[in-house]
């Protein structure tokens, strides 16, 4: 009985030379685009909040306000974090969305962002901060925040089924 051995040597060399890898790839793919749209929604609404506490015109609809600048913010920082990592890394993008913390993550922003954005527009709803002229860009901040919660939804949806193998 004879019995054929193949033996393979694989060599492998480094250099000092570090380098960031960017994965433009992930960006093609309908997750990083949904992460992109979140994080420039996001730095949007942002934006707005933060040109009127900084110019001190703020109408200062109160702890409405102060909620959704507060949850904007939260979730850009994270989605931001999300890319990233995803951009930087040829295999975080495929790693991390078959954890259950793309579900979480998302499925907590898209409810905080509803509750925040919903809270802002019945806030703003009220006849006495119609005169004021931040009000339509408070508005605008409040829709864009319902379009971004929209978009968690799917992108949490979406890491429930990679989540579950499906």
Not at 31 to 43: D, M, P, T
Not at 89 to 112: D, F, N, P, Q, R
Not at 120 to 140: F, H, N, P, T
Not at 145 to 151: M, Y
């Amino acid at each position: 009985m004879s019995h054929s051995v193949t033996i393979t040597r694989t060599t492998t060399s480094t250099t000092n030379t570090s380098y960031i890898v960017l994965n433009t790839g992930y960006l093609k793919t309908f997750s990083g685009l949904l992460k992109l749209f979140e994080l420039l929604i996001g730095g949007a609404m942002v934006g707005i909040f933060g040109y009127y506490q900084k110019h001190g015109t703020s109408m200062f609809v109160g702890a409405a306000e102060l909620f959704a600048f507060l949850m904007s913010v939260t979730f850009m920082i994270g989605t931001f974090c999300l890319l990233l990592s995803c951009l930087t890394s040829l295999s975080t993008g495929g790693i991390i969305a078959k954890t259950i913390y793309e579900l979480i993550y998302h499925s907590v922003a898209a409810i905080l962002l509803l509750a925040a954005s919903i809270n802002l527009v019945i806030e703003l709803s009220d006849r006495r901060y119609k005169g004021y002229k931040q009000y339509d860009a408070y508005m605008a901040a409040g829709i864009m925040g319902l379009i971004n919660t929209v978009l968690y939804f799917i992108s949490a949806f979406l890491a429930h089924r990679s989540y579950r193998g499906i």
